[in-house]
């Protein structure tokens, strides 16, 4: 059973542009969670996608934005880059109205670089 | 609002016992989770440990939880080094709707 998947691994963006960032789910899997894994900041969450639905968004601006598609699959998109929005981007899916219990799956991330 | 703190770094050499050190603020969590993240890997799920509970065990991995305190720990007996990576320590949201994670110890192991 393929796992998830993130493309690209590694994007490279100068300030001001968009970045756009993927993430394929595990079959049967309907929920994604984004998350930003800055240096020295740890992850911190930036949005939650169940069943096409934005369901949760975390503490960052609006120029980071989403969806989901019909077959689960999420897009990340980055507007108006900032130098400080260089990280890993991780993707985490579930099942839809997950337990406590329900561990996340990770993808390996998106290594974004502004310059 | 929700935060977990860790310490940063860990060393230590094979064969001894690891323990890493967590604190979080919200009582109300259910669930706290531990996480393990390789070298250019995504996080992948070690345990976890439901509130009620003081310990788990789980081989080589025991879960002590204080809650009076709100204070986790994940001690790793016979450290090996394939255990080198970061450990995150994480408690759902009040909304139990995401994931908060504290910012990692990275756990080096020296032969």
């Known amino acids: 059973e393929a796992g998830v998947t993130q493309s690209p691994t590694h994007l490279i963006k100068t300030r001001g542009q968009q970045a756009t960032l993927r993430c394929s789910p595990i079959s049967g899997h309907t929920s994604v969670y984004w998350y930003q894994q800055a240096l020295g900041l740890g992850l911190q969450f930036l949005l939650w996608?169940?069943?096409?639905?934005?369901?949760n968004r975390g503490n960052f601006p609006p120029r980071f934005s989403g969806r989901q598609f019909p077959n689960y699959s999420s897009e990340l998109n980055v507007n108006a880059l900032e130098l400080e929005d260089s990280a890993l981007y991780l993707c985490?899916?579930?099942?839809?109205?997950?337990?406590?219990?329900?561990?996340?799956?990770f993808g390996s991330g998106t290594r974004l670089t502004v310059v | 609002g929700e935060d977990v703190e860790q310490s940063l770094f860990l060393s230590v050499r094979e064969g001894d016992s690891s323990v890493i050190n967590c604190t979080y603020t919200d009582s109300s969590s259910t669930y706290l989770y531990w996480y393990k993240q390789e070298p250019g890997a995504g996080l992948q799920l070690l345990t976890y440990i439901f509130s009620n509970m003081d310990m788990k065990q789980d081989q080589r991995l025991t879960v002590l939880l204080n809650k009076k305190d709100k204070h986790l720990s994940l001690r790793i007996a016979d450290t090996q080094t394939g255990d080198s990576a970061i450990y995150f320590c994480?408690?759902?949201?009040?909304?139990?709707?995401?994931?908060?994670f504290g910012k990692g110890t990275t756990l080096s192991v020296s032969s």
């Open positions: 985490a899916t579930g099942l839809s109205g997950r337990t406590p219990t329900d561990s996340y799956t």
């Open positions: 996608y169940d069943e096409g639905e934005e369901r």
């Open positions: 994480a408690e759902s949201n009040q909304a139990g709707t995401a994931l908060i």
